[in-house]
């Protein structure tokens, strides 16, 4: 599961992982925040936080980091 980390200054989005991330939470979550920060801030720093819940991610989950990156890039 990934959530957003609220209450961070301007132009810094956070995303925490727990447990099982999968492709469906960066469709549903990371998406569309990243989508709403960059209408905001032309310059974006990310923090990613692991949970010591987090387990594993599969494939689709690379993948999609993978899009993510190169379309924000």
């Known amino acids: 599961m990934i959530t957003i980390i609220k209450n961070l200054p301007a132009?810094?989005?956070?995303?925490?992982?727990?447990?099982?991330?999968?492709?469906?939470?960066?469709?549903?979550?990371?998406?569309?925040a990243f989508q709403a920060a960059t209408e905001k801030n032309k310059e974006l720093k990310v923090l990613c936080e692991m949970a010591e819940s987090f387990k594993d991610f599969n494939l689709g989950v690379v993948k999609g980091d993978l899009a993510l990156g190169l379309k924000y890039f």
């Open 11 to 32: 132009g810094i989005i956070g995303f925490r992982y727990d447990g099982h991330v999968t492709k469906e939470d960066y469709e549903t979550v990371m998406y569309p």
